[in-house]
């Protein structure tokens, strides 16, 4: 079955579906691309202020802990900051979507969706469709910061509680109707937030003589 990945097929009276979406993620999105950006840039200028490159490759190259720690978190803590926004992000919206507003909704597609990268991911695409006012608008989401599973049974697990043509109870958000889930935990949203704190810590491990010991082969 093919799945339509378009944005809501309704626009609100002068706004474009496509400026439409997660509301706050709408107007922090630009904060939370310019972040990672603005510490990688203090990063890779503290790496060139300390000659932080010289100490490639590290197995032959013994370097202090501070520079080992700048080595990595050039790398860990702008992913950290980013994932750790978005994260946060996920979390404000999952909890504002518990007292959202519910109409009923009816599910146009459910399949698993499989991908290849660091090994195989499975998504669960549950493509529905809800009233509101008389406009007739479209979600995939099921609810913030919905993942991608390692086995194709957990995704199936997940489009089995969704089948064509069942009735749904849709969450939407009452400024925005074209943002919309099924369901409100923030159980992947926390996810997030934790992974981006394990980013931010990570750079710490350089402190550590195991870690360092590991690090330089």
């Known amino acids: 079955m093919t799945i339509v990945s378009k944005p809501p097929t309704v626009e609100r009276p002068g706004v474009s579906t496509e400026k439409m979406g997660r509301g706050f993620l709408h107007l922090s999105g630009t904060l939370i691309l310019i972040v990672p950006i603005a510490v990688?840039?203090?990063?890779?200028?503290?790496?060139?202020?300390?000659?932080?490159?010289?100490?490639?490759?590290l197995k032959y190259s013994p370097s202090s802990p501070f520079i080992d720690f700048l080595l990595v978190g050039t790398l860990a803590f702008p992913i950290g900051a980013g994932t750790l926004l978005y994260g946060l992000d996920d979390v404000v919206h999952a909890l504002r979507s518990i007292y959202w507003p519910t109409t009923k909704g009816k599910v146009?597609?459910?399949e698993v969706e499989?991908?290849?990268g660091k090994g195989p991911h499975f998504s669960a695409i549950v493509r529905f469709e809800y009233l509101i006012q008389d406009r007739r608008y479209e979600s995939s989401t099921i609810h913030f910061a919905q993942r991608k599973f390692r086995l194709a049974t957990s995704a199936d697990d997940v489009v089995r509680s969704y089948p064509v043509g069942s009735e749904v109870t849709v969450h939407y958000d009452p400024y925005e109707p074209a943002t919309a889930v099924l369901e409100t935990s923030p159980s992947d949203?926390?996810?997030?937030?934790?992974?981006?704190?394990?980013?931010?810590l990570f750079p710490f491990l350089a402190y550590f003589q195991f870690f360092r010991d590991f690090l330089h082969g």
């Not at 990688?40 to 100490?55: C, G, I, P, Q, Y």
């Open 114 to 116: 499989g991908t290849l």
């Open 108 to 110: 146009l597609t459910s």
């Open 189 to 200: 949203a926390y996810r997030a937030v934790l992974w981006g704190m394990g980013w931010l």
């Open 40 to 57: 990688l840039v203090v990063m890779l200028f503290l790496d060139h202020k300390f000659s932080v490159l010289d100490a490639i490759p």
